[in-house]
């Protein structure tokens, strides 16, 4: 099981970017999966995981109307679409794949390696 993410960048406040998160080893669509992220001096916070079950998507609320997230099957591939981007945006975004749905990080149990995302004029 293999999560490797990519995307990440400098950005002005108000930009946007999309992470990508390639997996290998296991199919997206059978597994609950997440974004999350860490700021520096904070703890891992989920930012939007969706259920392999019915679909359904949690946002934290500091994203809501900003970012989405999706999913690729025939590249089997997820993506995080963040828009209207804040410098409080600012951190090291991970991908993971679920044990059990939520937005907790202890759900998960295979990370991909991190992508810097800066947001800052």
């Known amino acids: 099981v293999q999560l490797q993410a990519s995307g990440g960048g400098l950005v002005q406040p108000g930009g946007s970017l999309r992470l990508s998160c390639a997996a290998s080893?296991?199919?997206?669509?059978?597994?609950?999966v997440g974004w999350f992220r860490q700021a520096p001096g904070k703890e891992c916070e989920g930012v939007s995981c969706?259920?392999?079950?019915?679909?359904?998507?949690y946002y934290t609320d500091s994203v809501k109307g900003r970012f989405t997230m999706s999913r690729d099957s025939a590249k089997n591939t997820m993506y995080l679409q963040m828009n209207s981007l804040k410098p409080e945006d600012t951190a090291v975004y991970y991908c993971?794949?679920?044990?059990?749905?939520?937005?907790?990080?202890?759900?998960?149990?295979?990370w991909g390696q991190g992508t810097q995302v800066t947001v800052s004029s």
């Open positions: 080893g296991f199919a997206l669509d059978y597994y609950d």
């Open positions: 993971a794949r679920a044990l059990r749905y939520g937005e907790h990080p202890s759900n998960y149990n295979y």
């Open positions: 969706v259920s392999s079950n019915n679909g359904s998507t």
